[in-house]
């Protein structure tokens, strides 16, 4: 068949028929209209009426296209002040390798002062569309609560389901204590990964591999990770004269024991190994016991979060080259202290948190880290977005005697001597227009090109 047989053959293929597909019962909300699938806007009596919806959901596992051709029988709107109903999702991992999802509901104007929360607990082995599928059906049982009170209610209909499988499961954070009596693997969850990228021209090559593994066990008393990574790099330029190669090579274990001590307090032992190529060295060891205070109980995390964290232990390292103290291994005592705050409200997210740490043989060899991330609707369809993080640097014990080369200090061979670290980042997003957000079209959405057609 010639290339302009094969072209013709797969244009007309891709000519749509006209037919629409007739909507598949599986996604289906367990609270529907009897009538089929209508928009608010076009069932009758509830054009004045219909809730608005703004949905700030940004963590992992929300589908806003697929929440919003599924239930059709609200108003979804863009921005908070045009809602009636401001619903925040956050999520956090469980025990069990799955999520517990926290759906906080707002009113707002005639609804204000109705407020309540309800969750959804997915399991380590949903795919995405059970995650979705999760997620969408609490929603709605928020929803109806404020649709009850509309027109809109007289249409609404709940059933029940025999399928099982659609059914929330039992979170995994009720009993796990029980739950082990049965449970073969008692509450371990692992988790492992590998990654190979490859990319080059005629003058350069880059290829990066990355590996990690981590082990887990969470109850309500105790919570246990390991985790142990490493990455290899090679890359290679062809210049005029000469061929210059960088290879780096990183490799790190932590591990992490907490008790719970109460329902503010935590006290537990950190643990890790490292080897840099890049640090200068071939083996960091540090341990130590580690306490945390929390101004607001624990189970309020995913809305709010002020805590307080102190470690002291000792490092030891084992240095590739000799360091600018004459050292070619040391082991010296430290101590550190991180405040965190992180808040989730309906003005935007807060994540901020201030590490200071110091050697103890050397009070002057220390560091401040400030790391900051915001996001702020300051007005109506305007929003501030600020992230970055700085660093006072003076505890650089690793660095390498001599001169790096400009080969190094180019490719990032070796570290530096600095004073200081910084990155930032901000922008602004201003959205103007219909207030609506209620229609979903992905034709020719999936990729940015177009049909290539051969002769």
Known sequence: MSSSVLALVLFLLAVPTGAEPAPSEEGSSLLSSPEGV???????????????IFLDCQTFGCDFDYFRTEVTWVDWVRDRQDADVHVIVTSQATGGGGRLFDMSFEGRGEYDGERFTLTHTSRADDTADERRR??????????????????????????????????????????????????PWNL??????ARATLNGE????VQNYNGSFSATRTTNDWRIRMSASGSYGDRRFDLPDRTVRSITRSYSGTGLVVKSLGARTSGGVRASA????FANQDLALEIGPAVEWSLFPYEESTRRALTFEYWTGVNHFNYTEETIFEQEQESRFQHRGT???????????????????????????????LN?????????????????SYSRVRDQLDLPRGEATDD???????????????????GITYTFGSIYSNIVNPRMGGSPGGMIVMF
Do not use: C, K, M
Request: no cysteine.
């Open 38 to 52: 209508l928009s608010a806007a076009e069932v009758p009596g509830t054009t004045a009426d219909p809730v608005r």
């Open 134 to 183: 999760g997620i969408l059906r609490t929603l709605s049982f928020g929803f109806v609560r404020f649709a009850s009170d509309t027109p809109l209610a007289d249409r609404l209909e709940v059933r029940l389901t025999d399928d099982l499988a659609t059914a929330s499961p039992t979170p995994d954070t009720d009993a796990p204590e029980a739950a082990a009596a049965d449970d």
């Open 188 to 193: 371990w969850v692992f988790s492992t990964s």
């Open 202 to 205: 005629s003058a350069s090559s």
């Open 274 to 277: 490292r080897h840099s190529t």
């Open 339 to 369: 405040l965190s705050l992180n808040l989730r409200q309906a003005w935007g997210t807060v994540n901020t948190s201030v590490t200071g740490s110091q050697y103890l043989h050397d009070t002057s060899l220390s560091q401040v880290r």
């Open 372 to 388: 900051t991330g915001l996001n702020l609707r300051l007005f109506r369809g305007f929003s501030l977005n600020v992230n970055g």
């Open 408 to 426: 190094e200090i180019l490719l990032r061979q070796r570290q530096l001597a600095t004073d200081y670290r910084y990155f930032t980042s901000f």
